[in-house]
């Protein structure tokens, strides 16, 4: 025969659990809360917002900028390239960036852009996306047209920048939760099969920095994408 149990039991007992769902609680809190998005999403789901270039006040591309070649596949094809449709066939990869900003700083998508096209002599800023320090995504290059963001590797390649310099900041949870639903749905748009870093690509780059390069993997895993540069097919 059991023993009754105790009021003091009882007590004991759920102390013990709601102190266990406490700390449950502040563990998860203290996670990136990252957001999932149904495979089926054809459009930027509810609580994607992307800020168009007209919205941002984008300068037009200079299609004779001198330095956009540095970035081709191969020195023969034209520098601004506008890909075939249908974009599903044309995408495999998304690449992750740091702006290497520091996030102390007042960094905005036309100061980024005004880099890329004054400094760099690129046709226009070099990446698809961009997500500022509070969670903002920005339209950048046309998804049309071949990216500059990985040197060698930037044909079938999204080009994707976190503002921040994450060698030294820690990438913010509002980043990694906006970053995670923006890679969702960049890889069911454009049937993409891998995530890799900057670095993955160009090993002389450290982009996208050492605090950011512990979520690739669960960036990936969560998006169901590989690791790595495998998925990138050299344009025949
Ligand atoms: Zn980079």
Not at 52 to 76: I, K, L, M, N, V
Not at 77 to 90: N, R
Not at 135 to 163: K, P, W
Not at 213 to 230: M, S, V
Request: glycine letters at 10%; proline letters at 6%; aromatic letters at 8%.
């Amino acid at each position: 025969m059991s023993r009754p149990i105790s009021r003091r039991t009882l007590l004991i007992t759920a102390l013990t659990a709601g102190i266990g769902a406490l700390a449950a609680f502040l563990y998860r809190r203290s996670q990136p809360v990252y957001v999932v998005v149904e495979p089926d999403a054809a459009i930027p789901p509810q609580g994607l917002t992307i800020i168009s270039r007209a919205e941002w006040g984008a300068r037009e591309p200079d299609h004779e900028a001198s330095g956009e070649y540095g970035f081709a596949d191969r020195a023969t094809e034209p520098a601004w390239y506008v890909y075939p449709d249908p974009l599903p066939d044309v995408y495999n990869t998304v690449a992750i960036h740091h702006s290497a900003s520091l996030l102390s700083t007042n960094e905005t998508m036309a100061s980024v852009q005004n880099l890329h096209m004054d400094r760099n002599h690129w046709a226009d800023v070099g990446y698809h996306y961009a997500i500022d320090k509070g969670g903002l995504i920005y339209e950048g290059r046309d998804i049309h047209v071949r990216g500059s963001s990985v040197g060698g590797y930037n044909t079938g390649t999204i080009g994707v920048v976190v503002m921040g310099n994450f060698e030294y900041d820690e990438p913010l949870d509002v980043q990694l939760t906006v970053l995670q639903t923006l890679i969702n749905w960049l890889t069911t748009t454009y049937t993409l099969t891998h995530l890799a870093g900057h670095g993955e690509f160009n090993p002389e780059s450290v982009c996208p920095g050492k605090n950011m390069l512990p979520h690739l993997d669960t960036l990936a895993q969560i998006a169901g994408l590989q690791r790595g540069t495998d998925g990138h097919v050299k344009p025949t």
